[in-house]
């Protein structure tokens, strides 16, 4: 499974980008996505999962950032609103097969994207 991830950029603080994720794989209604973050010195964490029974957010992000998927475009998005300089990182989407949990452990993950920078001015 490929995972291609895109829409990142620079953008100030308060504002919004909107992350996508795309893959080929045709069973993708069956898969649990995530998105996780790594800042420059820091550890890869958590950002936010579905699946089709539901999802999570990481309390840091939790009313400012949607995570959301479209099945038919084989596509998970991460709508980032309200965004603060904390969330400069580069962003990974990542998949794994799924029977209907999401999963917020980046081990628990099979494939990854190649991440996309976000860059937030104060």
């Known amino acids: 499974v490929q995972l291609q991830a895109s829409g990142g950029g620079l953008v100030q603080a308060g504002g919004s980008l909107r992350l996508s994720c795309a893959t080929s794989e045709r069973t993708f209604s069956t898969y649990a996505m995530g998105w996780f973050r790594q800042a420059p010195g820091k550890e890869r964490e958590f950002v936010a999962t579905?699946?089709?029974?539901?999802?999570s957010y990481a309390d840091s992000v939790k009313d400012r950032f949607t995570i959301s998927r479209n099945n038919a475009k084989n596509t998970v998005y991460l709508q980032m609103t309200k965004m603060k300089p904390e969330d400069t990182a580069v962003y990974y989407c990542a998949a794994r097969r799924s029977r209907g949990s999401y999963y917020t452990e980046a081990v628990e993950y099979t494939y990854w994207g190649q991440g996309t920078q976000v860059t937030v001015s104060s």
């Open positions: 579905i699946s089709w029974t539901g999802g």
